[in-house]
């Protein structure tokens, strides 16, 4: 069955740093390209970053150059390295297979930008 574990969201001010992990479990992780994916609250969840099993990556053309996505394959683990952080960056943030995403949704890590 898979399993993800998001963590290391908080509450931040404006400008400040965030630094996001994802522990999965139950996929093929090192075949698989990860992403990382936000829900804000009345707003539909929409992909922030991914990373191909070669380690290329994608970004939402609102995180470039802010964000950086990464993986250890090893560790079966995803990072989101999250810089000047805006207050229209607070969401509740997941990670989940990509393109195709599983099913199975973790809780994901709440992160808060105060402005």
């Known amino acids: 069955q898979v399993q993800l574990v998001e963590s290391g969201g908080g509450l931040v001010q404006a400008g400040g740093s965030l630094r996001l992990s994802c522990a999965a479990s139950?996929?093929?992780?090192?075949?698989?390209?990860m992403g990382w994916y936000r829900q804000a609250p009345g707003k539909q969840r929409e992909l922030v970053a991914a990373?191909?099993?070669?380690?290329?990556?994608n970004y939402a053309d609102s995180v470039k150059g802010r964000f950086t996505i990464s993986r250890d394959n090893a560790k079966n683990t995803v990072y989101l390295q999250m810089n000047s952080l805006k207050p229209e960056d607070t969401a509740v943030y997941y990670c989940?297979?990509?393109?195709?995403?599983?099913?199975?949704w973790g809780q994901g890590t709440q992160v808060t930008v105060s402005s």
């Open positions: 989940n297979s990509w393109p195709r995403p599983s099913e199975y």
């Open positions: 139950g996929i093929m992780f090192s075949i698989n390209g």
């Open positions: 990373i191909r099993s070669g380690g290329s990556t």
